[in-house]
């Protein structure tokens, strides 16, 4: 599960925090991590 400590990048997403998991984002939820889609980098 992604939390502080997982070895997954935290990114701020709303009101909440993701986990950077192979260029998508991560959220915890429950059980399970829901998939918030791929992270676009603008730069």
Sequence with gaps: MHGPGCG???????????????????????DHCDDHGPLKVVG
């Design 8 to 30: 997954h990048e935290p990114v701020p997403h709303g009101d909440h925090i993701d986990y950077l998991v192979n260029g998508h984002l991560h959220h915890p939820h429950g």
